[in-house]
């Protein structure tokens, strides 16, 4: 199944609402701003926290994590989309990010 997605350039972070499924660790290092946190095993038990409302878009290290959540949301009825090579393809866009642990943002 083709997976709806979107590209790095396509997202804007105002507009869409963004799920990120890395670990915590990854998250710590750099994540993108205003971003709902849900590691991906967190996923199923936390499935009644993801927004109900908005242009929801999954994403990840580079893409597959998030491909899996997305797959598995779509199987729940859930609309949501798959971003295109994860923050590592968003950081590559230079667009804003930040950190939880003072350091410049990095992608772990």
């Known amino acids: 199944m083709d997976l ?7 997202l804007i972070a105002d507009h869409h609402v963004l799920i990120d499924v890395r670990e915590p660790h ?3 290092a750099g994540h993108v701003p205003g971003a709902i946190h849900i590691p991906m095993g967190d996923v199923p038990a936390r499935f009644g926290e993801l927004p109900t409302e908005g242009d929801v878009v999954v994403m990840c290290h580079l893409g597959g994590r ?8 779509l199987d729940q009825g859930y609309q949501c989309r ?3 090579g994860g923050i590592v393809a968003y950081a590559a866009a ?3 990010m ?3 642990n003072g350091q410049p943002p990095t992608i772990a």
């Open 98 to 100: 930040v950190s939880e």
């Open 66 to 73: 998030s491909g899996q959540v997305t797959s598995w949301l």
């Open 82 to 84: 798959n971003l295109t």
């Open 94 to 96: 230079e667009k804003p």
């Open 4 to 10: 709806p997605s979107i590209t790095a350039d396509q």
């Open 26 to 28: 990854e998250w710590e």
